[in-house]
């Protein structure tokens, strides 16, 4: 537990706490009347109203997409679905600028939509909310449809033979099961949309604001911190409160539920209806995931000889000081430290937290470790730089800062995929083996290893995936000489010519062809008991 | 947990925080003092020949690191002033000059050479703490073309920006988050008082002024006179840009064009004038003081309109025919004293979010 805390509390706590003193501390006085001020502000109220309804918003509309999804994934067996459901969390690991630049390739200027119909929808909020549907369907897919698969379908069997209509069954059985699931995944949909920060930035223009985009906003350009401060404030108590809600909504989830094996509720669709909704949901993926990767790909390809693939490797396209091939290079061995450092500090966690004799007080510790996903990435981002400069921690001018950052944001999702596994270890057998003389070290090895092997390779896959796509904490701290993947796209991207555009092109495509094998391999891993990503 | 019973993982996390260490460490003394790092915005550019003479000459490695855009890249230096990541900072503007010197981010050095910088341009005198290394006009740039094909005559004064033939013609730059945007703002502030402006963007606004994140964006994407534009289909013939803006379209064209394809329209000029400065906390000032005698030698002054398309500050130094033939400073821009921008930038720049985006 000891090594899970002064992490988070060196890399996360204190930078975020040293940023936001910095904005709230005028000659060592709190200045806490800002708050106030900053609340009042006419603008200010228009983000966070737009910030809460376009979440509620995305929210909404990706259960209404991703649930049929959600239930098509656990119930029906059809060829492909292996590769389909790595396909559709693909978005889900891609930084938000890709994902940006995939929507404005089909629905800005010159894109899909305006060649056929003359149709645009960049600068409009329905570009960010589909482009949210695309981000987050995978959560819900994942989170639902990976329980709606265990749960045992011959209790809903047994009610209809009790007499029950096919929805009143439904309504009685399957969906008090699956309640916890759906909650926990509205949640994690809602903190990511509430926090979104590349879509809206990229897609939304200068009209559109979330908390995110205007705590970066008042930070790096207006330089007003006491504003970006008391944004980040706000940002923090709300997500808070989201994550302890989710976090209620776990612990429900856990309550006993009869789950049996994946493999064996999933049957071939039969009669034109279920049929009818198999299409249904290929339809909406191809639509709303596939359409917009392909045109990422089709644009790479848009030059004769792979040009935009060759100028790569060219170190005087003028806006790097190395080739941008490099970035592949640099984004690979971040990710690597930041996977072992994840694997590493997430893992403990995780093992502290199903000690039985865990108190309420590790529990909470378990809420805490999700914060970094709802926390504003530039104000970690900024926090390292002004705190993280001084013995014995003076790291600024190191590489490990970048991994660093990036293990913040796989923690949690190491931790909520081997939560769940841990759990199911029966404690007996750890108990038994201590009886037996066996050194704790030895009980972990030969007790709690061989169960979680799995479960640790998927975690640190994702952790994997994450620290890849990591951008917004990276843009901050990266060096120049340095560029990560995303950081190289983003750049590219700001550069005016066609010859960087399909650079970025490029680039994102070979990004996404790295996250879909990363994820092909991790279906091939499935563990029989879900995590919750 | 008791972390003693995970000796392996402990030793594990020890192994990649003292590598880090030991990383940053071997940078440390590549550092050295016989490098000096310049610390800039993303627009940073020299010749390569002009540099390695600056480097023989001096016997000091340049490394630069850019560091985002202007505005960020001021912000961010000024974060990190007590342990600075660089030398020298070139890039601050006059319209955020203030920020940076109330932040103490220089100290003072007056540079060699400083006494043949052009009298405009000098700023900070009794102190210098900066230097003044080049200069611009921020302009709204015209589409040739779609005006003699509408048989308009262009706009040339912010007045006509406002009247109904140029009604959903405008495209300019997010004021908050962009340099031009900024400039155009205070070339409006300055021409029409402090209690005017307010209503020129109202009538702006209903105009059907079109405001867009940055520069690359509006120049590139949604201005039509500009060979980017042009390949984007963009319908906007004018565009909040800069005074060299139409030179670069002659000399990065192909085929190079006989004339500009843009112009300037002259009378909606705001001077921008951007510097560099010893960073307080630098860590090699000895290097740092060369490299900004350099900046100011004739041979960089001449070398600087092509790479940065800007303009020299010193006396004497060559300015390349198609910037006077197509994009000569304006005879009469808007200006404002630093001072005043102070006082007033943040202020006016949130009226003016509230005004125009919302």
Redesign the interface.
Known sequence: MALPVAFFGVFFAYPVAAIVARGLRVDGVWQLGRIGDVLTQPDIRHVLWFTTWQALASTALTLLVALPGAYVFARYDFPGKQILRAVVTVPFVLPTVVVGTAFLALVGRGGLLDEWWGVRLDTTVWAILLAHVFFNYAVVVRTVGGLWAQLDPRQEEAARMLGASPLKAWRQVTLPALGPAVAAATLMVFLFTFTSFGVVQILGGPTFSTLEVEIYRQTSEIFDLPTAAVLTIIQFVAVSAILALHAWTVRRRESALRLVDASVTARRPRGAGQWALLAGVLASIAVLIVLPLAVLVQRSLDAPDFAYYRALTSGDSGVFLVPPIEAIGNSLEYAVVATVIAVLIGGLAAAALTRRDAGRFVRGFDALLMLPLGVSAVTVGFGFLIALDEPPLDLRASWILVPLAQALVGVPFVVRTMLPVLRAVDHRLREAAAVLGASPWRVWREVDLPMVRRALLIAAGFAFAVSLGEFGATVFIARPDNPTLPVAVAKLLGRAGQLNYGQAMALSTILMVVCAVALLVLERLRTDRTGEF | ???K???A??V??GL??L???G??DD??SSRGSKTVTLVSH?SW?VSKDVLAAFEKESGYQVK??????A??A???A???K??P?GDVFFGVDNTLLS?ALDNGLFQSYEAKGSDLILPEYRADEDKHRVTPVDTGDICVNYDKQYFEDHKLTPPSSFDDLIKPEYKNLLVTE?A??SSPGLGFLLGTAAQYGDDGWQDYWKKLKANGVK????W?QA???EFSGSA?GK????DRPLVVSYASSPPAEVIYGDPKPTTAPTGVAEGTCFRQVEYAGLLSNAENTEGGKALLDFMLTKTFQDDMPLNMFVYPVREGAQVPEEFTEYGPLAEDPETMDPAKIAANR?DW??SW??LV??
């Open positions: 947990m008791n972390n019973k995970y000796p993982v402990c594990g996390l990649v925080l590598s880090a260490c990383s940053s940078g440390e993303d550019a630069v690191l850019e560091d985002g855009d505005g960020q001021v912000n961010k000024i974060l990190t007590d342990n990541q920020r997010n908050s988050t405001v867009v994140d940055g690359e120049y590139n994407e980017g390949a984007a289909k963009a943040d720049v949130k979010t509230s985006l919302k």
